[in-house]
């Protein structure tokens, strides 16, 4: 389910298929096809929000593969719980120019209508997979594990080649003992012993896209 004009605006532009759309009472479609127009208060029943938008489609979940083993440049967000922060994480990773992001089993679904609206439309053009740290590394994928405490600094860590930026979860981090390559620290001042882990993921994708040379950070 998809809220807003904009939002289902961004999955037609992608490729994604609208089933149907719905609109609140004298609103107009945004997307190609059927556009049922609601009675009164029904569209308040339906969506998610307390305040939604007049518009509202079913979308077609995209059935486009996401192949590791052809990726270069991914994000790995491990147990992630938090539909807001892995908005944000997909909507900064399509814009340095991730390939994947993938989510281990017991994260958040990708689809919740929270993370959709958070993503502000990146969900519909980033690739999201459903993988375990050991199949990323089976893909071939060096894993570069983040932490509070260990590693080089994610302004001096090697980010070259075929590389796997993991994130942990909101309350315990990535493990110590994660099957990572190596360890990456974003060093900091303050109190916090740690930044929000989609503050930390958007800093360390746009470092590793700018020293992968590839110029996407700078291009979107």
């Known amino acids: ?59 077609r979940m995209s059935g486009r593969e996401s192949k590791l083993d052809q990726a270069n440049f991914v994000l ?40 959709v609206r958070a993503s502000a439309g990146a969900l519909f053009h980033v690739p999201v997979a459903s993988a375990t740290l050991e199949e990323v590394h089976a893909a071939g994928l060096r894993l570069v594990g983040t932490s509070s405490h260990r590693g080089d600094r994610h302004t001096e860590a090697d980010w070259s080649g075929r590389v796997a930026v993991v994130v942990g979860s909101e309350a315990h981090g990535l493990a110590d003992d994660a099957p990572v390559d190596d360890w990456v620290r974003i060093e900091h ?21 700018l020293h992968r040379g590839d110029g996407n950070a700078e291009r979107r």
């Open 1 to 59: 389910m998809v809220e807003g004009a904009t939002l289902i605006r961004e999955a037609v532009s992608a490729g994604w298929e609208v089933e149907a759309e719905f609109v609140a009472p004298g609103g107009s479609g945004v997307s190609p096809g059927d556009v049922h127009e609601l009675a009164e208060g029904v569209l308040e029943r339906v969506a998610s929000t307390e305040n939604p938008q007049p518009n509202l489609a079913v979308v």
């Open 76 to 115: 790995v967000a491990d147990s992630l719980n938090d539909p807001g922060n892995l908005g944000t994480i997909l909507r900064s990773s399509e814009a340095a120019g991730v390939d994947v992001v993938v989510l281990t089993p017991g994260s958040v679904d990708a689809f919740n209508p929270k993370v």
């Open 189 to 209: 001042r303050g109190r916090a012993e740690s930044l929000n882990v989609a503050m930390a993921a958007t800093l360390l994708v746009f470092a590793a896209a």
